[in-house]
């Protein structure tokens, strides 16, 4: 039996294990993948406080892995099946093992949106900037997206691209102006304006890709074997087990202590209704969700 079990290993989620830890509670974070979840695998953190020169979103993770396994807490990478919430005891069901606890604390994010689009299964679509972006030097890379997300991966790759566009649906860069200035800098990236892409072909790696111009309709094909698309197109909240909850657009409504409608179950980061979604508020939200879960147990 644990006090607190966190669903989850982003910045919300290891931020609220590290507070629960310190308050005397058995705590256990378990995460399907990394410590570090969708931020662990951006090519720069950026604005965070106090973060090092060049802050990578890998050394960020290395750094918050660190931190907690310091402070005692224990990480199962397991992947969460089946969460029964409601009652005195919690148990969390995972592909490995059950587990009960008093408190549990749902942090484990979102995932990136899919285009829906035909051929985005080939070989060279939806690509990592850090991971992938060394195989495509010279070559030229499509960024989806024109928010901060998009934009500050296209910043990454123009360093290594021969030529990067940038693919939004709006009419400009819908990014912060900090992000639209240094894209001002590149002579190397391209913006491509509401415009979608729709359909992308090849035999086993993408070939071909085809825009849509959202204000016109027309369409156009872009022939390029050794392309490379990197979507940045959003995300989904991984809230599909959480049955149990009433949701609000798929996000999960909390209270100022991130406590669901359920006693004893909280939210914490991007998974929660909220304004705003960054890492400071990540941390934030778990730094709560963790004191007010351990003030249960």
Same mark, same amino acid.
């Given at each position: 039996?644990?006090?607190?079990?966190?669903?989850?290993?982003?910045?919300?989620?290891?931020?609220?294990?590290?507070?629960?830890?310190?308050?005397?509670?058995?705590?256990?974070?378990?995460?399907?993948?990394?410590?570090?979840?969708?931020?662990?695998?951006?090519?720069?953190?950026?604005?965070?406080?106090?973060?090092?020169?060049?802050?990578?979103?890998?050394?960020?993770?290395?750094?918050?892995?660190?931190?907690?396994?310091?402070?005692?807490?224990?990480?199962?990478?397991?992947?969460?099946?089946?969460?029964?919430?409601?009652?005195?005891?919690?148990?969390?069901?995972?592909?490995?093992?059950?587990?009960?606890?008093?408190?549990?604390?749902?942090?484990? /994010?979102?995932? /990136?949106?899919?285009?829906?689009?035909?051929?985005?299964?080939?070989?060279?679509?939806?690509?990592?900037?850090?991971?992938?972006?060394?195989?495509?030097?010279?070559?030229?890379?499509?960024?989806?997206? +024109?928010?901060?997300?998009?934009?500050?991966?296209?910043?990454?790759?123009?360093?290594?691209?021969?030529?990067?566009?940038?693919?939004?649906?709006?009419?400009?860069?819908?990014?912060?102006?900090?992000?639209?200035?240094?894209?001002?800098?590149?002579?190397?990236?391209?913006?491509?304006?509401?415009?979608?892409?729709?359909?992308?072909?090849?035999?086993?790696?993408?070939?071909?890709?085809?825009?849509?111009?959202?204000?016109?309709?027309?369409?156009?094909?872009?022939?390029?074997?050794?392309?490379?698309?990197?979507?940045?197109? +959003?995300?989904?909240?991984?809230?599909?087990?959480?049955?149990?909850?009433?949701?609000?657009?798929?996000?999960?409504?909390?209270?100022?202590?991130?406590?669901?409608?359920?006693?004893?179950?909280?939210?914490? /980061?991007?998974?929660?209704?909220?304004?705003?979604?960054?890492?400071?508020?990540?941390?934030?939200?778990?730094?709560?969700? +963790?004191?007010?879960?351990?003030?249960?147990?």
């Amino acid at each position: 039996m644990y006090d607190i079990i966190i669903i989850g290993a982003g910045p919300a989620g290891i931020s609220a294990a590290i507070y629960g830890k310190s308050r005397g509670k058995k705590v256990l974070v378990l995460e399907k993948n990394q410590v570090g979840g969708l931020i662990g695998t951006v090519s720069t953190v950026t604005h965070y406080t106090a973060i090092i020169k060049e802050e990578s979103g890998k050394t960020f993770a290395e750094r918050m892995k660190e931190q907690a396994i310091g402070a005692g807490v224990e990480i199962c990478y397991e992947n969460v099946t089946e969460t029964k919430l409601t009652g005195s005891t919690k148990t969390i069901v995972t592909d490995k093992n059950s587990y009960e606890c008093k408190t549990v604390i749902l942090a484990n /994010g979102g995932s /990136g949106r899919m285009l829906g689009i035909p051929g985005e299964s080939l070989k060279g679509v939806r690509l990592n900037a850090p991971k992938d972006g060394p195989d495509y030097k010279g070559k030229n890379v499509y960024v989806i997206g +024109g928010a901060d997300g998009a934009v500050k991966e296209a910043l990454y790759l123009a360093q290594i691209a021969g030529k990067v566009t940038i693919v939004c649906v709006e009419d400009e860069l819908a990014c912060i102006q900090e992000f639209k200035d240094k894209v001002s800098l590149h002579d190397n990236i391209e913006i491509m304006p509401h415009s979608s892409l729709t359909a992308v072909y090849g035999s086993e790696r993408a070939e071909e890709l085809e825009f849509t111009d959202n204000n016109t309709g027309d369409k156009h094909v872009v022939k390029d074997a050794e392309c490379g698309v990197f979507v940045y197109a +959003g995300i989904v909240p991984n809230t599909d087990m959480y049955t149990e909850l009433k949701l609000d657009g798929g996000y999960i409504p909390v209270d100022t202590s991130m406590q669901t409608e359920i006693p004893g179950v909280f939210a914490a /980061g991007d998974i929660c209704v909220k304004k705003v979604r960054q890492v400071a508020t990540a941390v934030s939200d778990g730094a709560v969700a +963790g004191i007010c879960a351990a003030a249960m147990c």
